[in-house]
């Protein structure tokens, strides 16, 4: 079976530009995830999605991220206008509830370069 | 709010020692979860176990046990006759039942920093 997919696997963009990372999770779970993994700050929530909808946006970075998620399924990760410290790699995760037992399985990553 | 500490940053061993990888947790919750993650060098995150707080019964599958203190607030894995194979970053993480904010539900994995493991052959 299909495990979670992120596209890109790798992405390299000039300051300023705007970035988009998707996420497809695994069939039929209905939680989403995004986390963020860097070598000086580790592994960091950003959001998550039941179904559709993000109770809490709060540990997105600043105002440039932003993230959707339609048809609960596919969810998309956007940056704006690009920064150096945005360089990371981007983590998707899904489980099959938003219930804090379930076990999140992970994607690759996107690897994001900001030049 | 919640914490995972993993204090050892680096652990290095010759193949078939045991080996133990510390993790240590806060949290204000009474009810809460705990997870080992393992992150090889190919990057993908692979679940290796999942804890809740009611159960500190210890639990071994192959050669992987996990050791749950309440009492310290410990959940440390060790590796028993280590593989060259099992070298990787293993990550502990904690997710509360009921977190301040969401008023209930997941909001994410606390991860600690990990533990890169290092088998020597």
């Known amino acids: 079976g299909a495990g979670v997919s992120q596209s890109p696997s790798n992405k390299v963009t000039e300051k300023g530009k705007d970035v988009e990372l998707r996420c497809d999770p695994i069939?039929?779970?209905?939680?989403l995830y995004w986390y963020r993994q860097s070598l000086g700050q580790g592994l960091e929530f950003l959001i998550y999605?039941?179904?559709?909808?993000?109770?809490?946006k709060s540990g997105l970075p600043s105002d440039r991220f932003s993230a959707e998620r339609t048809g609960g399924s596919v969810s998309t990760l956007t940056i704006q206008r690009t920064q150096q410290e945005d360089s990371a790699v981007y983590l998707c995760?899904?489980?099959?509830?938003?219930?804090?037992?379930?076990?999140?399985?992970f994607g690759d990553g996107t690897r994001l370069s900001i030049l | 709010a919640q914490k995972v500490t993993q204090a050892q940053t680096e652990i290095s061993v010759v193949e078939k020692e045991d080996v133990t990888l510390d993790c240590v947790y806060e949290?204000?919750?009474?009810?809460?979860?705990l997870f080992w993650y393992k992150q090889p060098p190919s990057g993908e995150l692979v679940f290796l176990i999942r804890?809740?707080?009611?159960?500190?019964q210890n639990e071994i599958s192959g050669r992987y046990s996990w050791n749950f203190q309440k009492s310290t607030s410990s959940f440390n894995f060790t590796i028993t006759a280590s593989q060259v194979v099992d070298s990787a970053v293993y990550f502990c993480?904690?997710?509360?039942?009921?977190?301040?904010?969401?008023?209930?539900?997941?909001?994410?994995?606390?991860f600690g920093k990990g533990t890169h493991l290092i088998i020597q052959p």
């Open positions: 995760a899904s489980s099959l509830a938003s219930h804090a037992d379930q076990p999140q399985h």
């Open positions: 069939s039929g779970h209905t939680a």
């Open positions: 999605f039941q179904g559709n909808s993000a109770p809490d």
């Open positions: 949290t204000r919750d009474t009810t809460y979860y």
């Open positions: 804890r809740n707080s009611f159960d500190e």
């Open positions: 993480a904690l997710s509360e039942a009921y977190p301040v904010y969401s008023g209930g539900g997941a909001d994410g994995l606390t």
